[in-house]
């Protein structure tokens, strides 16, 4: 961390102290979908992390310029992505301060299609502490790292929002490129905040969070099926993992524009096209 930030400020809307998650509840419920792009989801976490923000705001006076940013994306956002983009417009909609606000997007400064190789695509969730560690370090530092434009950052307060903490590795990554640029502070918006000792050691209860209510191939494709989403890379990985003997029945059941707008996402998320095309035997 440089000499001349803060320390780091964090708040979440729960700390996940134990590895019993009641599926039931709605701060559960909603995340697998909202890892997949489901608006109702994504709303549902804006609202409530939105009263998070505005106490930030309203805590430093002092910092009239401020900007709403989450982790670096590659072509498709992700759900941390989504939300952020909603909590900006609420933010900028209800806010009563005159602080000046401004949504920043990060991007990953990859010389190859990431989706089907172990970098952006690669499930996080399943890595241990060191393997995080180890491919945040290949994201986050030398020449593939984030470029974010410091005319965008210098001397402004920062809300970095992200779905969850489990074991601090991509906010110590994402610290260091935001540091670059100078920022006045950084605040950080999480949903869920896992208890330091038991991310450590259970680091899978993101990727059991992720599949909580989604027990089969069938219960995946009925969420992508709603009208109500916008397909995250999360999403749009997952699903052209499947073998085509599951994605052709599926992409069949599809109408044509659907079907086709998930085939160009993963095109532009890096999957080769001709792979793509035989797997779903588009017409």
Known sequence: MSATNPPDDVSALHTIASLSLDPALPLFKHYPAMKLGVRESIRFYAALL???????VASRPEITEWVVTAPP?????AGANLIAWEVFRLLAEKSSSNASLRSVDLHYSLPFAPVIHNTVANDQSRLSVASRDQSRRMLHEGKWSPKPDPADFRGRGVIFINDINVTGTQQKYARLTLDSVEPAAVHWLYIFQVDPDLGRSHPEIEFN??????????DFTQILASADIDYTSRAVARLFDYPAGDLQPFFRSLDRARGAQLRQLAIQEGANQEEIDAKVAMP
């Not at 939105?50 to 930030?56: G, I």
């Not at 969070?209 to 069938?218: A, K, V």
């Open 73 to 77: 994306l590659y072509a498709i956002p």
């Open 209 to 218: 969070l992720n599949y909580l209510n989604i027990n089969s191939f069938e």
């Open 50 to 56: 939105l009263p998070l923000a505005e106490k930030v």
